[in-house]
């Protein structure tokens, strides 16, 4: 793990705490790696619920409740499945705040209009619900690492 994967995760924690917010976490591409950059921080309990990692279409339906009729309409790799696991990890969970992953981190897994590398975020708290799709460069490791940074990059701007 990175030093500025860290460092954001601390910044998170005490954005969190100074707002009395409790953040869960839904991972695809990630594999619980943002669940694990903000349970390196200290005191993480008092601010973190929980996480998923809902690597299969079929996890995502049966623990986030992501209609599976969205999937396969959009891809899993879609800001619409995205914003709907943060949604359901709200849903799912007794947090105040959510963050969601999926993408393509590679090598393979590349279709027509999402390369390697494509990932979708999503943030969600209250009725209010932020989508975004990203293509990342770089090897797996990389792709991943910055999706993590991006993903708490964007909970810190949705949140303040």
Sequence with gaps: MTNDILDLATKVGQALEARRLVLATAESCTGGGVSQAITEIPGSTGWFDCGFVTYS???????LDVPAALIAQFGSVSEEVAGKMAEGALSNSMADVALSTTGIAGPTGAVPGK????VCFGWSRGDTTFTERLVFQGDRRSVREQTVAHALRGLLRFIE
């Design 115 to 118: 390369p390697v590398g494509t």
């Design 57 to 63: 279409n079929a996890s995502k339906t049966e623990l």
